[in-house]
């Protein structure tokens, strides 16, 4: 009895430091995750726009107060998806997609 219990108790152990490795690299991923995105929304990255003509922006609510740059594509399809997506996951918020300084659609009524 005494081993399985020994043997049990090395297992959960394991299971333990397991599950906290995949916590710290979860948490690294969505640290590098939220910078990268933070670095996109910047407004010193004229660069990489000129590239990417289509945009997806976010509003605060219903305003005309920018809140950040969700997308930055070269592809219509895949911005428009974005577009699409972001419409789904923030509802109550205004989304504009552009192209180059052309509104191709704002979410606006």
């Known amino acids: ?4 219990d020994r043997h049990t108790l090395g297992l959960l152990l394991e299971l333990r ?16 995750f939220h910078d990268l995105l933070r670095s996109v929304s910047n407004p010193n990255a004229p660069d990489v726009a000129k590239e990417l003509p289509f945009q997806v922006r976010q509003f605060v609510g219903q305003s005309d107060e920018l809140l ?3 997308s930055l ?10 577009f699409d997506i ?8 205004r989304l504009v997609l552009l192209w180059g300084s052309w509104v191709v659609e704002d979410s606006r009524p």
């Open 17 to 32: 430091a397991l599950a906290k490795e995949a916590a710290d690299i979860s948490d690294h991923l969505a640290s590098r």
């Open 73 to 82: 594509n070269g592809n219509i399809e895949i911005a428009r998806a974005a």
């Open 68 to 70: 950040r740059t969700l």
């Open 1 to 4: 009895m005494e081993d399985g």
């Open 86 to 93: 972001a419409r789904k996951i923030y509802p109550n918020d």
